[in-house]
Nanobody, 123 residues
Framework: VQLQASGGGLVQAGGSLRLSCAAS????????MRWFRQAPGKERDLVAV???????NYADSVKGRFTISRDAAKNTMYLQMNTLKPEDTAVYYC??????????????????WGQGTLVTVSS
């Protein structure tokens, strides 16, 4: 099982980016999916979460600017980031709770991480 994040880059303040996180492998189901971010010298913080039912929740710092969504058919999660600020600069990581096949068994994988994608917002 792999979570592949993409879409990061360099953008000016006020601009937009769309991040994607594609899950691949022997996946049975995906439950909650999350975006975290880690700025240089800081802890990794939760940015947004979306449940399998589509409920969402956001960190106060991104409410009204970021939108999390998912395409269940593609096993992919997105983060639309608008009105970006320099303080949004960070490595963004995707995270999920999912179930995967292993032979005839199903394994629960909680708090499963993908690699990060760097977002840099210039002032």
């Amino acid at each position: 099982v792999q979570l592949q994040a993409s879409g990061g880059g360099l953008v000016q303040a006020g601009g937009s980016l769309r991040l994607s996180c594609a899950a691949s492998g022997s996946i049975f189901s995906i439950n909650a999916m999350r975006w975290f971010r880690q700025a240089p010298g800081k802890e990794r913080d939760l940015v947004a979460v979306i449940t399998s039912g589509g409920s969402t929740n956001y960190a106060d710092s991104v409410k009204g600017r970021f939108t999390i969504s998912r395409d269940a058919a593609k096993n992919t999660m997105y983060l639309q980031m608008n009105t970006l600020k320099p303080e949004d600069t960070a490595v963004y990581y995707c995270n999920a709770d999912l179930e995967a096949f292993s032979g005839s068994l199903i394994h629960h994988l909680y708090d499963y991480w993908g690699q990060g994608t760097l977002v840099t917002v210039s002032s």
